[in-house]
């Protein structure tokens, strides 16, 4: 049977989604310049209780004529109630002027006289919305919340353009809605932003105060359990006060990272939470910035006294910005810490003790059974296991199912002298069960065998950073490894699991040690070492997880595949359960690549909706047809230069409906073009349904072409375009496959010349009125992918009509 | 007094504490640009000052400008229009120089017309995109992670020239405009004896104001009532018997005042220039900068850096690139027009670039908004005067400007081509009071017949 796929596993808890589509009531409006993708850096609070309804602020850039915001998941809705653009300078200093008139009578005397005496044309005018109005009749609080929400970090003179706009956001929890990580995503006429995290609790939620610097005693009292959120602003640091009682085990679980897992433009890359508890004498009993290898703090407190007790929030280089939102849940709950073994065979019964705190009797210490089941849509190669207390539900660790036998580690066997006696192929359930601890193996390997040494740890979400060496009996070394990225993403920035690939020199003993690299250890060290012939498999990502289709639309996104084991075989990306009259194009990825870019496109009678679309990829691998879902991701970078590659919950399509339902564009043939090397080849592509006027000077240029090839001789027909694509001999390789991705679009000068007004400055609006423009575009929508890439070196500008379905290509010997 | 317990009384100390103010004069009467002055004379076995065995020796100066942040080279000195508009960006056609087929960015009309004077290195190749080591890299030439901090160029240069070899002047040998260039040691292992001297102050001021030389709002006058007050106050020195130590500090206050009230300090006047001519430079901190540098140079100081930052555009890059290369481009054309009018570029080596380049792929996404990264993998150089040639480019980038297509330049054959003119042997010792058998720089990979820039030398 073939191993199951446990690679790509979501950085997300546990719980699988179902979507629901959701529909807007408005029609899109023409777009923007493409290059204006829409994008949300941060939403606060990040997540709400089940059974209430949250007012959400989203803050982004591109952002204008929001017209949805979508959740991932059921039970949880998402209402846009409004747009605001950041405020001027100009406006900030009337606002700074006003709250400060509120705040203070002689202030307010003193802005009546100059507003008195400022002529009607100088008065600044705020955006209308409640809360810069009426300042006067607006509690303190409130006047915080104005300042908090509308001055900010912007009182620091930092403006971030990438979080400067505002969506007003209405989100509804249903009662039965499952706790949780989601996805919120907003729509807007030119695209859909980036996903960002929303959790789903079943706690009490507060917020923080905004108040600066308060005393103690003018803290709210909270009470517990909780899930505390808030936002830090450069050098804050928030504050939150409850009671407890002695004896109270309580645990403080921070999200931050895990909300915002990385940012661009700081360093450290992530918002770096730490957590300090304050007893009633301000003392400070408790501290955590790290839970182990995880930025995102846990404080672990055995309460010492019944009293007063105070944490504080903040980021661990006083650094602060509005993306700086966090979540903290403050309970005696369930909290796993460690779990043995980390996985099993699957079909076989096993229970895990888990280790912990607040597990129940013994408090520190559970037995867990897991599933093991081998049944279909069980679970892919790693689960996530959950326990329960009262029927609360503790934080999720992830275990591995696998197919092959399975031993547990037996010690002792700290030398190569007390190894442990193993067969392979096999996984060995280990642990590196104090500081120095160190395990030895020792299994029969035939001469000749290329095996794998695949160990399992920091993946399953242990602390251990393994160290594994392989020797033959006399004790050289024939390979060792410490770190191994495997290419699975996530937001982990330490690929502290090890890999090796050894050929074994004959028939014999061989032994295989494993150690922690940092010389660390204890009961929650514990990893999986699968040990065997190599089993090649693969994953694939699409990015982004997110796209906007225009009905009867291509639209490229890419599919990066991870090969594991040595596979080099080639991989077909499909859709998969689709709804009818979606296409995706290009979905070949050819043997020895990683990367390719295709296309998916929508049904020319799509309305407007957000569709979660369900892709996967299927390869041979040893004469099986191996099937493995497509994850679909977002690339993020982290501190101005690393690349990460995050896993997203589900793949999700705004589609935009068409004013004319016109059948989808076809390309003619079947198979890759040919193009040989010095040469050129003829594609034809058809476009059912319509009719171009004579001399349409539609133009075509490649997106990221391969080296050596460029588009030439575009010509229309009645119903076809039809071009040439030329290999240079020099610059183009024989033998390279891949896919051209195609756009097409309108020389605006040539639009003129062709009778149209004025080169529309909202592009699309002016184009959709002229019979020629139509034709390509379905719609006026067409022109909505993206107009005006501003001017060019000559000065043009260029409509864009949108992409062509992927076009597989081969270069051949000429 | 003010909340900060500084005194203000008008006209005499403005806005400073009183133990400030006896600080600076005390600092002055020490002079700290005469550090290298004392520590010469305190110090026993000096350093070898006699060179090593030069070659041709044309240039007895380098002026530097180093464009720290790391200037992007596709819109400077290596244009790459064909790449379309997600690598050239909005910023126009590049424009053809005076120089034939060699075209640079759309926004340098001025140095466009100067090409025949300088050359471009558009292969400049070390592969580091950390501002701290890609500086280190660019302005020592040697790799980062060794034992040893090896000294910048300028410190070299000043090792050499300044002092007891050909440059002998009261101004310090290795002068930086305005700020030191903070992310790496200039001097590295040489000590802070190698230290650039940092003027502060803004030459674009009313009065150029020079760290230690020139005071704002202090006339002559008054810094000779501070000497005297100094002097009443020193009771140390009164009490003590003369000693060397305190005599050198003797020697080092007059060599300070001097600068401060004699003719040395006047290099810094812009006011003895005409105006059309602090014009045509350009009236900004840069502009006058280049000035600067030119009678600074005139007056006999082998090396002078002026730095100019702001260039690491992350965000915004577009906007400051229209803002600030104009800046550039009437300093540095104005710089090159003068030295030559005034017979002096021959003689001085003018260096222009920054520790990388930037990235050729536009970054149009969040948060970047049309920004670009750092690109340490190629980047652009100018180099001109000192007897190199003009008008040629050395080594060429590939289509996109991603990477060296043909012919690398490491920082440190940079280096060598001008020790080389400035007759000093890159492959002879580099004298330091540490004892340690060191190169002046190290050799290229061809080993000792590799020739240095000979395209341009």
């Given at each position: 049977m073939r191993r199951p796929a446990r690679r790509f596993v979501l950085a997300a808890s546990a719980g699988v989604v179902v979507f629901a589509a959701l529909v807007t009531s408005s029609r899109a409006a023409d777009?923007?310049?493409?290059?204006?993708e829409p994008s949300v850096?941060?939403?606060?609070?990040a997540g709400g209780r089940k059974a209430t309804v949250v007012q959400v602020l989203a803050a982004g850039q591109n952002l204008r004529g929001v017209t949805a915001a979508s959740v991932s998941g059921v039970g949880v809705s998402a209402k846009v109630l409004r747009f605001m653009r950041p405020l001027s300078p100009q406006q900030l200093a009337e606002l700074r002027r006003q709250l400060a008139a509120a705040a203070d009578p002689r202030a307010r005397d003193r802005v009546a006289r100059r507003d008195a005496k400022t002529p009607e044309a100088e008065v600044i005018e705020l955006p209308d919305h409640p809360m810069l109005k009426d300042f006067d009749k607006k509690s303190p609080k409130e006047l915080r919340d104005v300042a908090a929400r509308f001055i900010g970090s912007a009182a620091r003179r930092q403006v971030n353009v990438q979080i400067a706009e505002t969506v007003e956001i209405e989100v509804t929890i249903d009662r039965d809605a499952a706790p949780g990580d989601r996805e919120i995503r907003l729509v807007t006429p030119s695209g859909l932003t980036n996903p960002l995290r929303f959790q789903v609790g079943a706690l009490p939620e507060a917020m923080d105060d905004e108040v600066p610097n308060p005393a103690t005693r003018d803290l709210a009292l909270i009470d517990l359990p909780v899930v505390l959120n808030g936002q830090i602003l450069p050098g804050d640091a928030d504050r939150f006060r409850f009671r407890a009682k002695r004896g109270q085990r309580l645990v403080f679980d921070a999200s931050a990272r895990r909300l915002v897992p990385f940012l661009a433009d700081a360093v450290p890359g992530w918002f770096q939470a730490t957590m300090s508890l304050y007893d009633g004498a301000g003392e400070e009993i408790a501290f955590a910035d790290d839970y182990r290898f995880d930025p995102d703090p846990v404080l672990f407190v055995d309460v010492p006294a019944d009293g007063e007790y105070v944490l504080e929030v903040r980021d661990a280089l006083w650094r602060g910005r509005e993306d700086f939102v966090y979540r903290v849940t403050v309970s005696d709950e369930p909290f796993i810490t460690g779990m043995f073994p980390l996985g099993g065979r699957a079909g076989s019964e096993r229970t895990a003790t888990v280790l912990g705190w607040n597990l129940g009797p013994s408090s520190s210490a559970a037995n867990l059974p897991l599933d093991m089941s081998a049944e279909e849509g069980a679970g892919g190669g790693v689960r996530w296991a959950v326990t329960k207390r009262g029927g609360v539900a503790s934080n999720a660790l992830p275990y591995a199912v696998d197919d092959l036998p399975e031993c547990d580690e037996s010690e002792p066997n700290d030398s190569a002298a007390t190894a442990q006696t193993i067969t392979i192929p096999g996984n060995v359930n280990g642990r590196i069960g104090k500081p120095g601890d160190v395990d030895w193996f020792t299994f029969l390997g035939l001469g000749g065998d290329e095996i794998v040494v695949d160990v399992e740890g920091r993946r399953l979400q242990s602390p251990i950073d393994s160290l594994v060496t392989l020797t033959d009996a006399t004790g050289k070394v024939l390979g060792w490894n410490d770190d191994f990225d495997d290419g699975s993403g996530g937001i982990g920035t330490h690929a502290a699991d090890s890999f090796l690939r050894v050929k074994l020199p004959a028939y014999g003993q061989y032994r295989l040690k494993i150690a922690d690299a940092q010389a660390h250890g204890g009961p929650e060290f514990g990893y999986r070492v699968r040990i065997g012939l190599p089993a090649p498999d693969f994953g694939v990502f699409a990015t982004p997880s997110g796209v906007r289709v225009p009905a009867g639309h291509s639209v490229p996104f890419t599919a990066r595949l991870v090969r594991t084991d040595g596979f080099l075989g080639e991989v077909e990306v499909r859709l998969k359960d689709a709804p009818a009259g979606w296409m995706l194009s290009g979905g070949r990825i050819p043997a020895g690549h990683t990367s390719v870019r295709m296309t998916i496109a929508a049904p020319p009678d799509a309305v407007d909706a957000v569709v979660p679309l369900q892709l996967e990829a299927v390869a041979l691998i040893g004469g099986t047809e191996v099937h493995r879902a497509v994850v679909a991701a977002d690339e993020r970078m982290q501190a101005f230069i690393y690349k990460h590659v995050v896993p997203a919950q589900e793949f999700a399509v705004a589609t935009v409906a068409a004013r004319r339902n016109q059948p989808p564009v076809v390309i003619a043939g079947t198979g890759a073009v040919r193009i040989p090397a010095g040469g050129a080849a003829t594609v034809r592509i058809e476009l059912p349904g319509r009719e171009l006027p004579r001399g349409f000077d539609v133009r075509l240029a490649l997106d990221e072409g391969p080296a050596g090839l460029r588009i030439e001789g575009v010509r229309t027909e009645p119903s076809a375009i039809v071009f040439t694509v030329r290999a240079d001999a020099a610059a183009a390789t024989v033998g390279t496959t891949d896919n051209l991705i195609v756009e097409a679009y309108l020389d605006l000068v040539g639009l003129a010349a062709f009778g149209a007004p004025e080169a529309p400055t909202t592009p699309g609006k002016g184009d959709a009125k002229k019979p020629g423009a139509k034709s390509k575009a379905p719609d006026g929508k067409g022109a909505a992918k993206g107009a005006g890439k501003g001017d060019g070196p000559g000065g043009l500008r260029r409509l864009a009509l949108g992409y062509l379905p992927a076009i597989p290509f081969e270069i051949v010997a000429k | 007094m003010r909340e900060d317990g500084a005194v203000s009384e008008p006209g005499l100390i403005r806005g400073i504490t009183r133990r400030d103010a006896l600080r600076r004069i005390a600092i002055v009467a020490a002079g700290v640009p005469m550090a290298a002055t004392l520590g010469r004379v305190a110090w026993a076995g000096d350093a070898p000052t006699t060179p090593p065995t030069a070659k041709t020796a044309r240039a007895k100066a380098v002026i530097e400008i180093w464009m720290a942040g790391g200037p992007c080279h596709i819109d400077t000195f290596d244009p790459k229009p064909e790449a379309g508009e997600d690598y050239a960006g909005p910023l126009g056609a590049p424009i053809q120089t005076n120089a034939d087929g060699i075209r640079i960015g759309s926004l340098l009309p001025l140095l466009a017309k100067q090409a025949d004077k300088y050359s471009i290195i558009r292969s400049m190749s070390h592969g580091n995109n950390g501002h701290e080591t890609a500086a280190y890299i660019t302005q020592t030439g040697r790799n980062p992670g060794e034992r040893l901090v090896y000294p910048g160029f300028g410190a070299v240069v000043s090792l050499f020239k300044g002092g007891t070899n050909a440059y002998t002047g009261v101004i310090p040998p290795y002068v930086v405009l305005t700020a030191p260039l903070g992310r790496f040691s200039e001097s590295g292992f040489l000590g802070p004896k190698y230290a650039p001297f940092a003027t502060g102050g803004d030459p674009n001021q009313r009065r150029f104001a020079v760290e230690g030389i020139v005071a704002e709002g202090i006339s002559d006058e008054r810094q000779k009532d501070r000497r005297e007050l100094l002097h009443k106050l020193d009771a140390l020195g009164h009490a003590l018997p003369k000693s060397p130590g305190l005599e050198a500090l003797d020697r080092c206050e007059d060599k300070a005042y001097d600068m401060i009230l004699g003719d040395a300090g006047r290099v810094f006047d812009l006011s003895e220039e005409k105006d059309p001519v602090r014009d045509s430079y350009g009236r900004t901190t840069f502009g006058q900068s280049c000035l600067v540098a030119r009678r600074l140079v005139e007056t006999g100081v082998p090396y002078v850096t002026i730095h100019v930052g702001g260039w690491d555009t992350h965000k915004q890059h577009f906007e400051t690139m229209r803002r600030r290369l104009p800046d550039l481009d009437r300093g540095v054309s104005t710089l090159l027009q003068d030295l030559a009018g005034r017979g002096l570029l021959d003689s001085t080596i003018v260096w222009c670039g920054g520790e990388f380049g930037r990235t050729p792929k536009v970054l149009w996404e969040a948060p970047w908004n049309g920004g670009r990264g750092h690109h340490g993998r190629c980047f652009s150089t100018l180099v001109a005067g000192g007897g190199f040639k003009g008008g040629v480019v050395v080594g060429t980038t590939d289509k996109k400007g991603e990477d060296v297509a043909d012919r690398p330049v490491h920082p440190r054959e940079l280096h060598g081509a001008m020790y080389e003119k400035l007759g000093i042997d890159p492959d002879g010792p580099l004298p330091n009071q540490r004892g340690l058998d060191v190169t002046v720089t190290d050799p290229l990979?061809?080993?000792?017949d590799a020739k240095r820039l000979p395209e341009i030398a």
């Amino acid at each position: 049977m073939r191993r199951p796929a446990r690679r790509f596993v979501l950085a997300a808890s546990a719980g699988v989604v179902v979507f629901a589509a959701l529909v807007t009531s408005s029609r899109a409006a023409d777009g923007p310049d493409d290059r204006k993708e829409p994008s949300v850096g941060y939403v606060y609070p990040a997540g709400g209780r089940k059974a209430t309804v949250v007012q959400v602020l989203a803050a982004g850039q591109n952002l204008r004529g929001v017209t949805a915001a979508s959740v991932s998941g059921v039970g949880v809705s998402a209402k846009v109630l409004r747009f605001m653009r950041p405020l001027s300078p100009q406006q900030l200093a009337e606002l700074r002027r006003q709250l400060a008139a509120a705040a203070d009578p002689r202030a307010r005397d003193r802005v009546a006289r100059r507003d008195a005496k400022t002529p009607e044309a100088e008065v600044i005018e705020l955006p209308d919305h409640p809360m810069l109005k009426d300042f006067d009749k607006k509690s303190p609080k409130e006047l915080r919340d104005v300042a908090a929400r509308f001055i900010g970090s912007a009182a620091r003179r930092q403006v971030n353009v990438q979080i400067a706009e505002t969506v007003e956001i209405e989100v509804t929890i249903d009662r039965d809605a499952a706790p949780g990580d989601r996805e919120i995503r907003l729509v807007t006429p030119s695209g859909l932003t980036n996903p960002l995290r929303f959790q789903v609790g079943a706690l009490p939620e507060a917020m923080d105060d905004e108040v600066p610097n308060p005393a103690t005693r003018d803290l709210a009292l909270i009470d517990l359990p909780v899930v505390l959120n808030g936002q830090i602003l450069p050098g804050d640091a928030d504050r939150f006060r409850f009671r407890a009682k002695r004896g109270q085990r309580l645990v403080f679980d921070a999200s931050a990272r895990r909300l915002v897992p990385f940012l661009a433009d700081a360093v450290p890359g992530w918002f770096q939470a730490t957590m300090s508890l304050y007893d009633g004498a301000g003392e400070e009993i408790a501290f955590a910035d790290d839970y182990r290898f995880d930025p995102d703090p846990v404080l672990f407190v055995d309460v010492p006294a019944d009293g007063e007790y105070v944490l504080e929030v903040r980021d661990a280089l006083w650094r602060g910005r509005e993306d700086f939102v966090y979540r903290v849940t403050v309970s005696d709950e369930p909290f796993i810490t460690g779990m043995f073994p980390l996985g099993g065979r699957a079909g076989s019964e096993r229970t895990a003790t888990v280790l912990g705190w607040n597990l129940g009797p013994s408090s520190s210490a559970a037995n867990l059974p897991l599933d093991m089941s081998a049944e279909e849509g069980a679970g892919g190669g790693v689960r996530w296991a959950v326990t329960k207390r009262g029927g609360v539900a503790s934080n999720a660790l992830p275990y591995a199912v696998d197919d092959l036998p399975e031993c547990d580690e037996s010690e002792p066997n700290d030398s190569a002298a007390t190894a442990q006696t193993i067969t392979i192929p096999g996984n060995v359930n280990g642990r590196i069960g104090k500081p120095g601890d160190v395990d030895w193996f020792t299994f029969l390997g035939l001469g000749g065998d290329e095996i794998v040494v695949d160990v399992e740890g920091r993946r399953l979400q242990s602390p251990i950073d393994s160290l594994v060496t392989l020797t033959d009996a006399t004790g050289k070394v024939l390979g060792w490894n410490d770190d191994f990225d495997d290419g699975s993403g996530g937001i982990g920035t330490h690929a502290a699991d090890s890999f090796l690939r050894v050929k074994l020199p004959a028939y014999g003993q061989y032994r295989l040690k494993i150690a922690d690299a940092q010389a660390h250890g204890g009961p929650e060290f514990g990893y999986r070492v699968r040990i065997g012939l190599p089993a090649p498999d693969f994953g694939v990502f699409a990015t982004p997880s997110g796209v906007r289709v225009p009905a009867g639309h291509s639209v490229p996104f890419t599919a990066r595949l991870v090969r594991t084991d040595g596979f080099l075989g080639e991989v077909e990306v499909r859709l998969k359960d689709a709804p009818a009259g979606w296409m995706l194009s290009g979905g070949r990825i050819p043997a020895g690549h990683t990367s390719v870019r295709m296309t998916i496109a929508a049904p020319p009678d799509a309305v407007d909706a957000v569709v979660p679309l369900q892709l996967e990829a299927v390869a041979l691998i040893g004469g099986t047809e191996v099937h493995r879902a497509v994850v679909a991701a977002d690339e993020r970078m982290q501190a101005f230069i690393y690349k990460h590659v995050v896993p997203a919950q589900e793949f999700a399509v705004a589609t935009v409906a068409a004013r004319r339902n016109q059948p989808p564009v076809v390309i003619a043939g079947t198979g890759a073009v040919r193009i040989p090397a010095g040469g050129a080849a003829t594609v034809r592509i058809e476009l059912p349904g319509r009719e171009l006027p004579r001399g349409f000077d539609v133009r075509l240029a490649l997106d990221e072409g391969p080296a050596g090839l460029r588009i030439e001789g575009v010509r229309t027909e009645p119903s076809a375009i039809v071009f040439t694509v030329r290999a240079d001999a020099a610059a183009a390789t024989v033998g390279t496959t891949d896919n051209l991705i195609v756009e097409a679009y309108l020389d605006l000068v040539g639009l003129a010349a062709f009778g149209a007004p004025e080169a529309p400055t909202t592009p699309g609006k002016g184009d959709a009125k002229k019979p020629g423009a139509k034709s390509k575009a379905p719609d006026g929508k067409g022109a909505a992918k993206g107009a005006g890439k501003g001017d060019g070196p000559g000065g043009l500008r260029r409509l864009a009509l949108g992409y062509l379905p992927a076009i597989p290509f081969e270069i051949v010997a000429k | 007094m003010r909340e900060d317990g500084a005194v203000s009384e008008p006209g005499l100390i403005r806005g400073i504490t009183r133990r400030d103010a006896l600080r600076r004069i005390a600092i002055v009467a020490a002079g700290v640009p005469m550090a290298a002055t004392l520590g010469r004379v305190a110090w026993a076995g000096d350093a070898p000052t006699t060179p090593p065995t030069a070659k041709t020796a044309r240039a007895k100066a380098v002026i530097e400008i180093w464009m720290a942040g790391g200037p992007c080279h596709i819109d400077t000195f290596d244009p790459k229009p064909e790449a379309g508009e997600d690598y050239a960006g909005p910023l126009g056609a590049p424009i053809q120089t005076n120089a034939d087929g060699i075209r640079i960015g759309s926004l340098l009309p001025l140095l466009a017309k100067q090409a025949d004077k300088y050359s471009i290195i558009r292969s400049m190749s070390h592969g580091n995109n950390g501002h701290e080591t890609a500086a280190y890299i660019t302005q020592t030439g040697r790799n980062p992670g060794e034992r040893l901090v090896y000294p910048g160029f300028g410190a070299v240069v000043s090792l050499f020239k300044g002092g007891t070899n050909a440059y002998t002047g009261v101004i310090p040998p290795y002068v930086v405009l305005t700020a030191p260039l903070g992310r790496f040691s200039e001097s590295g292992f040489l000590g802070p004896k190698y230290a650039p001297f940092a003027t502060g102050g803004d030459p674009n001021q009313r009065r150029f104001a020079v760290e230690g030389i020139v005071a704002e709002g202090i006339s002559d006058e008054r810094q000779k009532d501070r000497r005297e007050l100094l002097h009443k106050l020193d009771a140390l020195g009164h009490a003590l018997p003369k000693s060397p130590g305190l005599e050198a500090l003797d020697r080092c206050e007059d060599k300070a005042y001097d600068m401060i009230l004699g003719d040395a300090g006047r290099v810094f006047d812009l006011s003895e220039e005409k105006d059309p001519v602090r014009d045509s430079y350009g009236r900004t901190t840069f502009g006058q900068s280049c000035l600067v540098a030119r009678r600074l140079v005139e007056t006999g100081v082998p090396y002078v850096t002026i730095h100019v930052g702001g260039w690491d555009t992350h965000k915004q890059h577009f906007e400051t690139m229209r803002r600030r290369l104009p800046d550039l481009d009437r300093g540095v054309s104005t710089l090159l027009q003068d030295l030559a009018g005034r017979g002096l570029l021959d003689s001085t080596i003018v260096w222009c670039g920054g520790e990388f380049g930037r990235t050729p792929k536009v970054l149009w996404e969040a948060p970047w908004n049309g920004g670009r990264g750092h690109h340490g993998r190629c980047f652009s150089t100018l180099v001109a005067g000192g007897g190199f040639k003009g008008g040629v480019v050395v080594g060429t980038t590939d289509k996109k400007g991603e990477d060296v297509a043909d012919r690398p330049v490491h920082p440190r054959e940079l280096h060598g081509a001008m020790y080389e003119k400035l007759g000093i042997d890159p492959d002879g010792p580099l004298p330091n009071q540490r004892g340690l058998d060191v190169t002046v720089t190290d050799p290229l990979e061809g080993g000792a017949d590799a020739k240095r820039l000979p395209e341009i030398a």
